[in-house]
Structure formats: structure tokens, C-alpha cells
């Protein structure tokens, strides 16, 4: 056999001595490669697609190195596509087995260890630690079966091991050059659409946006940033690399006059217009609007990524709905301005809070907690496909009225002209600190709401109805009375949020709801 070849060789070795020992290589090789699992076929496989099949041609490939395998950045997850390796835990030259963590991969939704499926040494790394994302597939190291083979891999580049398989497809091409591998044309920077001026959300992973609101840049959508990710998507290595001052201007139209480009803007802000349903056997396929297949992407995240526990509490409304009525009272009303509602003093009651808390207006940075100054609550506004979460920026420092205009405004904009879109709004699409929503209107009791990251809370409130509650009055003789009461409960990210905490949070939410005076302190 060839193994007794390899054993049996004189030292003095010539041509065909060497000829053989690659020959007994290859056949050790394609005999391991029988013996892997299937998953570890397919990233060798992944492997030698991506360096043109210079795993197939295994005697061109052994005769610059000694038998290896080149490694693949894994796929961790069904949805993964690519990742940043953020810690190695083997250093080249290192021993490894079978379940042995190699390195940490950090994804957009979590950090993952890659584990070994097979014992083997780490030959080369080629992308060190911390170097930006890495789609999946892309060649991250090199192991070898034996110690001694490591040193040749000193001066390994991926490059070089991929040249002769690309010299050998080439006969192919030119034998069929009516068929030739397409090659993909860099994509000029200047040509980027311009999201914000079609009101069309753009295609971004979750820490891309988180990122951008990290450094200041606002929503993504408004951000002439080319995606370098599949599809065109935004990666969060395209914000780190994003510099404004450099950041290619809109493409400068001709207007002829202020009246005319009026329309056409107008126009460009338009939405498009949705396909018609489509009928089937007993079903109907409707279509959905770019932001609410973004938000469904976002909550589905978020529902996988935060460890999510819920509190409720019990509210007594008396004392609030009396404030109200006394402000609407002494504040000169028109005929379509209903006022202070109920809703905006929870919303005040609940920034109060996050300033007796402030632990609570936090968020996870995987490494650290972040705490805000400044509490901004999204609002949910409008249902099923019209569903949004306008932003009501500082609602601790600001007074009732302002937060009551607020809210108005951004109502009218979701029940305005029909084929309008709010997401052309600034800031409409903005994530804050904390998120309320309100489903009393639904007589909804209470209901548990997913948090939105990178938030560590989000509050829902039940409807609001008259109970039979016990008597807290000493000096009547009824033990029973009637009041108007509340449900509400909160959703924590248990890793920012913990169940102290939160009932922390909630007592003071209480207090200044039933008591509503401390609100205008």
C-alpha cells in the first residue's frame, strides 16, 4: 500500500521518492476526508469553492505544503453570514481535540465559540483577532495533523495556495469561452441610493444600527453608506469605516424653478405602492411594507437574543384622572385639541421613574452596561401594517403639554393622507431608552411586550376599568369601594434589568401615578 511506500523509502530521496510521499499524502488526506462528519465536509468543501478548487487538485496543493486543512470562518447559526472573531483561544503551534473552543466569533446577535471537530494543531492563523467582519466561508487558519509541519506554514498566504488551481482552470475558460465566471464589477461609491430621498428603509443588520446611533449618526436610512455585506446589506465594519466628512453628496438635480421641484419631491417621497393580494387554494398572500418586514426582523432578534422576565402591577387612576381634569380645565382648549390625556401622564409618570431608577434606562453592551442621561421613550402608534414607534426625545426634563404636542404630532402623521409614509420623518424611525405601549383602547387586560434592543425595558398598560378594590379610608364604614384601576406590566432584560431592579422600577412608576403631583415637581 502506499502507507508501506512512505514507510519503506531510503533516505536518499529522489524525484519519484517524492513523487510517492505526495502520492501517500493525498491518499491519507482523501481517507481522513472520508472519515469527517458532515458538517465538517461541507465547510471543507465551503473551503475549496471559495480558493477555487485547490483542495481538489491535492497533488498541485501538496507539492509547496505538507498535508493540511484550510479552515473556513463557520456558519454558527441558520442565519449567520458573517462575523468578527473577537478572542483566539489557541495559539499557532497549539494542540487541539475534538470539542476544544478555538477562537470566539462575535455575530450580530450574540457571541458564539467555535468548537474543534477533530484533534489537529493550528498551522497559521490568517485573520487575527478584532480584524472587522469576516463573511462566512473566508479562510481564518490553518491545521495541520503533525507538530512538525507547522513551521512550513510560516509565510502561508491564502493567495498562494489558490494560484495554481487558477492556473489550471484556466485551459477550461478558454475552451469554453462562451460561458466565461462572471466577474463582479466594483460598485462605484458615487452611485449609492440615497434611502432617505425614496423613504425606503435600507437593509442593515441590528448592530449596524445599533452603531450607528452609538456614534452619533442618527438613523441608518439617512446615512449614504454603500453595504459591502450580502445583497448589498449594511455590516456593522460599514458604519465603523463610515466617515461623514467624506460621505458622497446626494446627485445634484437640475430645478428650473422652487414650484417645480415641489411635486417631484413630493413624489420621490411617495411610497411604492404594494402589490395586489395574491389568491390561492384557501389563502390570500398579502404583501408587507419594507418597515414592517424590518420591524418583524427586529422583534424576532430581539425575542431570540434577550433574556426577557416580566413584572405586573396594579394601578389606582383616581388621583390621575383628577390632575387631568383639572389641567385641561385651566389650559384654553381648541375644538380638535383633546387635551393632556392619560396616556402622556403615564408616560411622564414613567420617565419620573427612570429618574428615581436610572438603572432601568440602560442597555446591554455586551461587555458593559450603558445608563443614559436622557430618557427617550418610543411610543406605539397605529396597528398592523401602519405599526410604528415614534420617538418622544427627554421626557424627564420636559413638561406635559410639550410631551402632549409631541405625541399629537406624530399620531397625525401615521392617521394622515392615505399613501403618506412616517418613516420619511425625522426621527420617526429613531430607537430610544424605553418603550411604551398602550392596548387599554383594545380592552386588552395586560399584555407581556418584546423588548426592543438595544433597549432594557418596554412597558405595556391594560385598559382602564372600574373595580371593586378594598376600602384604604379609616374613617368611612364601607370596606369595599369602587375605583378606576390599571394593569401594567414590564418587560426586563434580565442581564441589565434583575428582578429587584425592576419591582425597584415599578414602586416608583406606582408612586407617581397614584400620586401625580410628584409629576410636576
Known amino acids: 500500500s502506499l502507507l508501506d511506500i512512505h514507510h519503506f523509502l531510503p533516505t536518499d530521496r529522489s524525484n519519484a521518492t517524492i513523487m510517492a510521499m505526495s502520492l501517500g499524502r493525498t491518499a491519507l488526506a482523501r481517507a481522513a476526508r472520508r472519515s469527517l462528519s458532515s458538517s465538517s465536509r461541507y465547510n471543507l468543501n465551503k473551503n475549496a469553492s471559495i480558493l477555487g478548487g485547490a483542495l481538489n487538485n491535492n497533488s498541485r496543493w501538496f507539492a509547496s505544503y505538507p498535508a493540511h486543512e484550510v479552515v473556513g470562518m463557520p456558519s454558527l447559526s441558520p442565519t449567520m453570514e458573517s462575523g468578527t472573531i473577537s478572542a483566539w483561544n489557541l495559539e499557532e503551534g497549539a494542540s487541539f481535540n475534538a470539542g476544544d473552543v478555538i477562537c470566539s466569533v462575535e455575530t450580530d446577535k450574540a457571541t458564539v465559540d467555535f468548537e474543534a471537530q477533530d484533534e489537529g494543531v493550528v498551522a497559521k492563523i490568517i485573520v487575527e483577532a478584532g480584524s472587522g467582519e469576516i463573511p462566512c466561508g473566508t479562510p481564518i487558519l490553518v491545521t495541520v495533523e503533525d507538530e512538525a509541519d507547522v513551521p512550513a506554514f510560516k509565510d502561508f498566504v491564502v493567495e498562494e495556495a489558490a494560484a495554481p488551481a487558477a492556473a489550471a482552470a484556466a485551459p477550461v475558460e478558454e475552451a469554453a469561452p462562451a460561458a466565461p465566471t462572471p466577474v463582479a464589477a466594483p460598485t462605484p461609491v458615487a452611485a449609492a441610493p440615497a434611502p432617505a430621498a425614496t423613504g425606503e428603509r435600507v437593509l442593515a443588520s441590528p448592530r449596524a444600527h445599533t452603531l450607528a446611533k452609538e456614534k452619533g449618526y442618527g438613523e441608518i436610512s439617512a446615512l449614504r453608506i454603500v453595504g459591502t455585506g450580502p445583497g448589498g446589506r449594511i455590516i456593522a465594519q460599514d458604519v465603523l469605516d463610515y466617515d461623514p466628512s467624506s460621505a458622497p453628496a446626494p446627485v445634484a438635480v437640475a430645478e428650473t424653478t422652487t414650484a417645480a421641484a415641489a411635486p417631484a419631491a413630493a413624489a420621490a417621497a411617495a411610497p411604492a405602492p404594494l402589490p395586489e393580494p395574491v389568491k390561492g387554494p384557501g389563502y390570500t398572500d398579502y404583501s408587507l411594507p419594507t418597515s414592517a418586514m424590518e420591524l418583524a426582523s427586529r422583534l424576532h ?221
Not at 332 to 348: Q, R
Not at 359 to 373: L, T
Not at 445 to 463: F, H, N, T
Not at 478 to 507: F, N, P
Open 301 to 521: 432578534t430581539s425575542k431570540q437574543n434577550v433574556p426577557h422576565y416580566y413584572l405586573s402591577i396594579d394601578l389606582s387612576l383616581d388621583s390621575l384622572m383628577e390632575l387631568r381634569s383639572s389641567l385641561n380645565s385651566t389650559m384654553k382648549l381648541d375644538e380638535n385639541d383633546g387635551g393632556i390625556s392619560v396616556n402622556d401622564l403615564l408616560m411622564k409618570a414613567a420617565a419620573s421613574a427612570m429618574k428615581t431608577v436610572p438603572a432601568a434606562n440602560a442597555s446591554w453592551m455586551e461587555n458593559f452596561i450603558r445608563v443614559y442621561d436622557s430618557v427617550d421613550i418610543n411610543v406605539v402608534v397605529g396597528n398592523g401594517s401602519s405599526l410604528y414607534a415614534p420617538v418622544i426625545r427627554d421626557a424627564g426634563r420636559r413638561g406635559l403639554k410639550a410631551l402632549s404636542d409631541d405625541v399629537a404630532a406624530a399620531t397625525a402623521v401615521v392617521e394622515g393622507e392615505e399613501g403618506s409614509d412616517p418613516t420619511t420623518v425625522p426621527g420617526f424611525g429613531d430607537v430610544g431608552t424605553f418603550t411604551m405601549v398602550n392596548l387599554g383602547m383594545f380592552g386588552v387586560k395586560s399584555a407581556a411586550p418584546i423588548i426592543r434592543e438595544p433597549q432594557a425595558c418596554a412597558l405595556a398598560l391594560g385598559v382602564i376599568e372600574n373595580r371593586i378594590v378594598p376600602n384604604d379610608d379609616v374613617e368611612s364604614e364601607e370596606i369595599y369601594k369602587e375605583s378606576v384601576m390599571m394593569t401594567a406590566t414590564l418587560s426586563c432584560d434580565h442581564r441589565v434589568v434583575d428582578g429587584a431592579v425592576g419591582a425597584q422600577w415599578l414602586s416608583a412608576f406606582k408612586n407617581h401615578v397614584e400620586n401625580p403631583v410628584t409629576l410636576l415637581l
